[in-house]
Nanobody, 121 residues
């Protein structure tokens, strides 16, 4: 079993910055994809930024140029540096990881409990 521990959420003024961190622990052989999703009030959960174990990244168009995802495969961690924050970024942010527990061809998706990010105007 795998647990995702998130930290770094909070309240910030528009134009400010926050850094979210996520650490995976448990039975892990490898993590194929790791990153962040978010869900704003009244909206569906959406991809924010993800990274593969090979270093390929994918960003939502609304955050590209403002957010940066970074991943440490050896430590099973992923960070999201959020700059120039806007009120529209207000949401619950969820860490996500697709985990292989062994060399066998089995993969499981895990989610963090979520951390609140609130951007005031």
């Amino acid at each position: 079993q795998v647990q995702l521990a998130e930290s770094g959420g909070g309240l910030v003024q528009a134009g400010g910055s926050l850094r979210l961190s996520c650490a995976a622990s448990g039975t892990i052989f490898s993590i194929t994809v790791m990153g962040w999703y978010r869900q704003a009030p009244g909206k569906e959960r959406e991809l924010v930024a993800v990274a593969t174990s090979g270093g390929i990244t994918n960003y939502a168009g609304s955050v590209k140029g403002r957010f940066t995802i970074s991943r440490d495969n050896a430590k099973n961690t992923v960070d999201l540096q959020m700059n120039s924050l806007k009120p529209e970024d207000t949401a619950v942010y969820y860490c996500n990881a697709d985990v292989r527990p062994s060399p066998l061809p089995n993969e499981f998706r895990y989610w963090g409990q979520g951390t609140q990010v609130t951007v005031s105007s």
